[in-house]
């Protein structure tokens, strides 16, 4: 499944943005979907993850709060709202897609994402 994500920029501390995954494919839904991200210098991280029929979200402690993983099937699209947007947000942010949440693979080139102090 193809995935083309986009939404990153810049944006102060304390701010907003939305990422986008659009993914192809007729089994979409079925899909668990995630999200991670790697720093400058860092491993990559997970951030969050959505599962498939249930539509269950989980979050890393770190976002917990203040990130919110949606997804419209309808749309083939799973969506990163990132509220309260701190410095050490700043990374590129990965869409990963997976028959179940244990299995979630990073397809597709990332996007960035910078929250100046």
């Known amino acids: 499944q193809v995935q083309l994500v986009s939404g990153g920029g810049l944006v102060e501390a304390g701010g907003s943005l939305r990422l986008s995954c659009a993914a192809s494919g007729p089994t979409f839904s079925s899909y668990a979907m995630g999200w991670f991200r790697q720093a400058p210098g860092k491993e990559r991280e997970f951030v969050g993850a959505v599962s498939g029929t249930a539509g269950a979200t989980y979050y890393a402690d770190s976002v917990k709060g203040r990130f919110t993983i949606s997804r419209d099937n309808a749309q083939n699209t799973v969506y990163l709202q990132m509220n309260s947007l701190k410095p050490e947000d700043t990374a590129t942010y990965y869409c990963?897609?997976?028959?179940?949440?244990?299995?979630?693979?990073?397809w597709g080139q990332g996007t960035l994402v910078t929250v100046s102090s």
């Open positions: 990963a897609v997976g028959a179940g949440l244990g299995s979630l693979e990073i």
